[in-house]
């Protein structure tokens, strides 16, 4: 049996870069639409996550905190595509002290084009976690 002096892995795993620059030095992509409507001022408008959250008196702690609010109202206007900083600190309050962690986050809720089999998934309902 032959055996390198170097050794060697395989793995499945995918590694992502996750720049965690200020937010204007980030890279983004341009977005543009078929409309050349200019966006109208939304201030005076919620989001409509927000709207819907409130509107079902959820509790406090399963709502949006106000910075997470700021940045919906930002992205409304922007024309700038969504980084991965900016979508962790939108996550959902539910997710907000059980994942607390940038690599943690993209590693369980992040969706990728790779398609994956229902039965190669393990899982697993905590009961700790109380989405009630």
Request: net charge negative.
């Amino acid at each position: 049996m032959y055996q390198s002096i170097y050794p060697e892995v395989y793995t499945n795993l995918d590694f992502v870069s996750i720049p965690t620059m200020p937010l204007e030095l980030r890279a983004g992509i341009a977005i543009y639409t078929d409309t050349n409507e200019e966006a109208e001022d939304g201030a005076h408008e919620d989001s409509a996550i927000d709207s819907v959250r409130r509107g079902n008196n959820l509790p406090q702690r399963r709502q949006h905190t106000p910075n997470q609010l700021l940045i919906l109202d930002d992205l409304k206007l922007s024309k700038v595509s969504v980084d991965k900083i900016t979508q962790f600190s939108l996550k959902l309050p539910e997710f907000i002290e059980l994942l607390e962690n940038l690599g943690e986050y993209h590693r369980w809720l992040c969706i990728s084009k790779k398609k994956t089999k229902a039965r190669d998934l393990p899982l697993y309902l905590s009961a700790s976690l109380d989405l009630s």
